[in-house]
């Protein structure tokens, strides 16, 4: 694998927020390492992303009943935009500068500007980190694969509930589309 030119990169940290994390049984490793992958990322000057799942008032009533993960917040209020189960956890937390896109939805890219922000900052390369391997991580390889973008997926700064789904993605699935490699291999692709 190539290395990876700073200017021209992300590391984008995916729905680490504290109603996602805490469905995790080892949470506060996988914050860890997610907040380790992040200072290695500033240190060596790799753009940095977030992206977050919250919903405003207005967001409900766009859920059609035909949503299968997300029909269920729409009759009871959940994640709501300003609650702080949707906030990005702490140890991880944005500065300025950074990119911070909410969605309503899986992936990073359906609902938010966020292909038109890494279009401003003249980003091809994706660094992927998040919660979870099932979820957002799938989704993003899956479009951003479609948007032409190099993908790198950080295989111990994604998690999901399921091992077993974890694992079968980051070693068949995702290969198809992505470099998967770990916070130590990206490490060794970054200029010093």
Request: hydrophobic share 40%; proline share 6%; aromatic share 6%.
């Amino acid at each position: 694998m190539p290395d990876i030119d700073p200017a021209h990169s992300v590391l984008l940290i995916m729905d680490y927020q504290p109603g996602i994390i805490r469905n995790l049984p080892n949470a506060d490793q996988q914050v860890a390492r997610a907040a380790r992958v992040l200072a290695l990322a500033r240190s060596r000057g790799v753009h940095v992303g977030y992206v977050r799942v919250a919903f405003e008032d207005a967001d409900y009533a766009n859920i059609p009943a035909t949503n299968k993960s997300f029909s269920r917040l729409a009759g009871g209020g959940g994640f709501n935009a300003d609650a702080p189960e949707t906030a990005i956890d702490e140890r991880v937390a944005p500065e300025p500068g950074d990119i911070v896109v909410r969605k309503t939805r899986v992936g990073a890219f359906s609902t938010t500007d966020l292909a038109q922000q890494l279009r401003a900052r003249d980003i091809d390369t994706l660094i992927l980190a998040g919660i979870s391997t099932s979820g957002v991580v799938l989704s993003t390889v899956r479009d951003a694969a479609d948007h032409d973008y190099r993908i790198v997926v950080l295989s111990d700064g994604c998690a999901d509930t399921d091992p077993e789904v974890h694992d079968l993605l980051t070693r068949k699935v995702f290969p198809r589309q992505a470099e998967v490699v770990t916070i130590a291999d990206f490490e060794t692709l970054l200029p010093t």
